[in-house]
Structure formats: C-alpha cells, structure tokens
C-alpha cells in the first residue's frame, strides 16, 4: 500500500513538472511571437511611411534599405571585413568598461555601506558626481586617457558605476537584524557576517545593477567614439551621418542595439543561474 502510494506521489510530480515545463515553453513562444510581431508591424508602418513619401528619404531611409545594409554588415562582421574590426572595438570597450564598473562600484558600494560614517561623509559627494552630466567631461576624458581604447573604457565606468555603487549599498543594507544577531552571537567576525550573509542577501541588489550597468556601459563607449574615436560603432554612426548616409548610420544604430541587448540578455542569465533562489514571474522574457 505504501509503495503504491510513493508511486502515485512520483507520477504526480512528474506530471506537474511536465504540465509546468509545457506551460512556459507555451509562455515562451507566445511572448516571443507577441514580441516579433509588434517588430513587424514596426518595420512594416516605417516602410509605408517611407515609400509613400509621407516622411522623405533624407530624414529617414525606408525600412528595407536598413534592413539590407545591416545583412551587408553582418555579412562583413562573420567574414572578417572592415566591419569586423567597428563592431570588436565597441564589443571591447563595452566589456571592459562594464568590469571596470563592477570592480568600481561593488568595491565603493561595500565601503559605504559596511562603515557608515564613510558613507555619511561621501555618498553626497558621490551623488553629486553622478548628477554631473559625464559628457561635460568627454573632451577631458579624451585629453588624458587618449583616443584609444582607455579613454572609452573610462567614459563607461564613469556612466555605469553609479547604479552598482547605489544597489550595493541598498543590498549589503538588506539584511535581516535578526540574521546579524544570530551571526554575531555564533561569534562570529564582520567578514564572516559579510561573505555568508550580507552578500548572499545581496546578490538579487548586485545583478539588478549589473544589468543597468552593461546597458550604461553600452553609452559609454559610444560617448567616447563620439568625442574621439577612430572606430567602433559609434564612430561609424558618426561619419555616415556626417557624409548622410543615413542607411549606413541606422545599421550602425541597430548593430549597437543588437549588440547591448545580447550582453544584457548574457548578465539576465548569468543573475538567474547564480541568484537561483529568487522567482521572478512577473514577466516571461
């Protein structure tokens, strides 16, 4: 009868992970087809405004043009053409201007938030800077760092710190008063507390601003190849505007975007593997 009954329990189970895997593939796809679709009715009003001469073509090249200049370049960025060498540069200057932005931003995050007086004396100072428009300082950036890669790099830590430094203190504040008695009774020292509690706890805090942070560092870099820069997606952006080729600029456009959502999509994935405790259901992406 017990055994039975185990039986029964496990064919249950079964059936509800099934039903539960088959209901978010089902989500997925429709969220994904909800997704391609309004891409295009998008590409198809653009088309139609375009064509019919209601917007004219040195505002706005048609939707197709855009499309076929991009298949151009993609086709160039596999095959190792000049646009290869635009769309690596940028690739660099993201990456590593997100790192140097968790490196930042996590490390003053954790000072301010584990010594209060620090933060007291210092978080005004740090908002201050962060409402200082960072284009103000482009020419700066460019006149210390250079016109390759280093000055970018820092024109992304300079955008993307910021919402690290704010969630790190906001996570590494989140925790319990209940678990830090507990931990102290135990005997336990302040990086005892901190590395088995405080960063756990925060760790949903840290991706949220990772998250912005690539998205931000995508800015950056772009800041950067505006102000300085002799490639990069940016700078080509930059040159077929000036020379009005809009087709080209908009496939500029459009590879930049591609390019920050796939490096956001890898930190969403990367937060859900690590951060496997918390469920987030509010939106199937």
Known sequence: MTEMTTE????RQVRTGDEDGGSTRSGLVRTLALQLTTLAAFLGLWEALTASGIIQSYLLPR???VLEKMWVDVVDIFSGGPMFQHFYTTLIEII???????????SLGAVLAEFKPVQRALYPYVVAANATPRIAFAPLIVIWFG??????IVMAIAIAAFPIIVNTIAGLSATSRDDL??????????????WRVRIPTAMPYLFAGFETAMLFSAVGAVIGEFMGGNAGLGY???????????DDAFSAIALLSIQGFLLHRLVVIAGRRLVFWQVDDSLEQ
């Open 181 to 194: 008695r507990l931990m102290r009774s135990l005997g336990a020292t302040r990086s005892q507390i901190l």
């Open 63 to 65: 939707a197709s043009e």
């Open 147 to 152: 016109f390759e890669y280093a000055s970018k």
């Open 8 to 11: 029964s329990r496990l064919e």
């Open 236 to 246: 080509v952006t930059l040159l077929a505007q000036e020379l009005f080729r809009l």
């Open 96 to 106: 590593l201007g997100f790192i140097g932005s968790v490196i930042v931003g996590v």
